[in-house]
């Protein structure tokens, strides 16, 4: 197993190897003395994972253990380790088999939060021979330290004569777009407007009118009342303060929940219900996760003065 | 894919040629305040708006205060037969048809229309006349049952069951031949209704209202990575409408008209 780094960024980064004598797993540490991403993370780590040839069998003899681990640093796992799972690969006829050997995998990474990026059931190895289906054996996964940063898994390039087609993950820092703002009718404020729509009065229409008169006319009476009920309706002011335990990692997690539920409920096979539970279980343990770790930073922060607060929301 | 979309669903068609002037027709009924009520009380609260982002919640709160708002803009409308230009922008929801074996083709999408909730009313008053008209006119077919208000497809299918066993009784041979017309409210020919309704002596104030309110629509097109520019549309009964269901059955009624006597198809 070799990895190439081309050399400018090696001028700029330093790699260091972080795993000893397990086989089949290359642990690349890349640090900078610059934060990265545009984040407070000066390293981030990469595992590469393999397959062992066992009299004529590739099986991955690297435990999920080794591979999914929940660290306080970006951490993105790739490889090939011929596992087949109905949430990589949704429409796959999968065999007792292939269940057996994922499911570890998948849920020792759904424990340590990582979020599988590849888009599901886009095929990564095309057999040559043509006796074998299409498959998505080449699997990604990040943690939430660096889904913020993933912009994407593009398994479109062109062969490069090999069964498994080039992959490639696109990183940069996370950009926070704002939801953007809309009115809420439930919260229209009918008392003072109630007087103006009484009083308002629509002009007289032209009588034999040409149509750019009546669109003129039309402009001017159908414009205003519109306007006047979004005067006095309170628009909702979306903001990075209104979830702030919400995370990317959470968005890939119920994207993930819903796309097995819609599975499971389409087909109904007890794997898929299976695969469902496990999404759903991954992803309502995350929220909670996700709330007390920001409860508990927000009461670590917390001062003599702000103890009421800190009640009045516990 | 914005391309390929619009000229699947809306193929390019001889662009709609309104009158200069318009003159109130004399015999156009007034316009009522029931009417309107009775409009907004079919008006789901919870549908999704239009491009105005006004849902049909708060008009009908502000047909409560004031009744005579929407009575006044909306009556010159009906009286000069005119579907204004203003409400005819909608928003076109791309919708993947489930259980396509390949999303590869523009026809394994559907497209949903988001119109503005004002012209949704004014499509609900036309389309009570309208149905008022042709029903008293038989332009409807007998076996005619989607989208009118006191049938349904239940109706159909107990037709059709009962017409099955009234043959089979006397012990005669019974076929059934079920239809589908492929892209129906897409392919709606503005002319071709109208010379049906024209035909079948439909008021020309309504007439003059539905060929208004298909010609010279615009559609943007809503998915991800969509340019999100309108585009100019002259074929088509747009899907969420109130008023499409109806014209369709209207446009399609002379198939079932022009079955032969003495052959039945329900």
Known sequence: MAAYGHISFLSSYSVLPSFKGVDDVLSLDISSQEPLFATNFHSFRIITAYLTNTRDHWVCLVSPETLFAALEVPLLVVGDINIHNALSDPIRSLSPGEIVSSTPYFEKAAQAGLALLNPHGEYTRFPLTGKARPSVLDLSFANPHLLPMVQGLEVSHPSTGFDHVPIRINLAPPTLIPSPRHPRWADTDWEPLAPILKEFKVPPAPSCPSLADLDSWLAGSLDRPPALLKEHTRVSRPSHHSKPWWSPHLTTLRREFHTAARMARKHGTPTLRDVANISKAGYFKAIKTAKTKHWSSFLLGATPQSLWTAKRFA | ?266
């Not at chain 2, 005579?68 to 204004?84: A, D, K, M």
């Not at chain 2, 104030?205 to 629509?217: A, D, K, P, T």
Request: net charge positive; with cysteine.
């Open chain 2, 1 to 266: 894919m914005n391309k390929v979309l619009l000229d699947h669903f809306f193929p390019p068609k001889e662009a709609f040629s309104p009158p200069p002037r318009l003159r109130p027709y004399k015999k156009a009924p007034p316009l009522t305040g029931e009417e309107i009520s009775t409009a907004l009380s079919q008006c789901s609260p919870i549908s999704a708006p239009g491009p105005d982002g006004v849902p049909n919640s708060t008009w009908k709160q502000v047909n409560k205060i004031n009744p005579f708002l929407l009575l006044q803009i909306f009556s010159p409308l009906v009286s000069l037969g005119y579907h204004p230009a203003a409400l005819k922008g909608s928003n076109g929801i791309v919708l993947d048809k489930p259980g396509k074996p390949s999303y590869e083709s523009p026809a394994s999408f559907r497209i949903m229309f988001l119109i503005h909730a004002f012209s949704k009313i004014l499509d609900r008053i036309i389309a009570s006349r309208l149905l008022l008209v042709a029903r008293s006119k038989g332009l409807l077919h007998l076996n005619q049952c989607g989208s009118l208000p006191g049938l349904s497809t239940y109706d159909a299918v107990l037709t059709l069951c009962n017409d099955e066993k009234t043959m089979q009784r006397p012990r005669l041979k019974v076929s059934s031949l079920f239809l589908d017309i492929k892209a129906g409210f897409d392919n709606v020919d503005n002319s071709t209704l109208a010379r049906i309704l024209r035909e079948g002596g439909i008021p020309p104030y309504l007439i003059s209202g539905v060929s208004l309110f298909l010609g010279e629509r615009s559609c943007t097109l809503v998915f991800q990575g969509a340019p999100g520019t309108p585009a100019r549309v002259n074929v088509g009964a747009p899907q969420g409408s109130p008023i499409s269901p109806l014209l369709f059955l209207l446009y399609v009624a002379p198939l079932h008209f022009g079955i032969p006597q003495g052959l039945m198809i329900s």
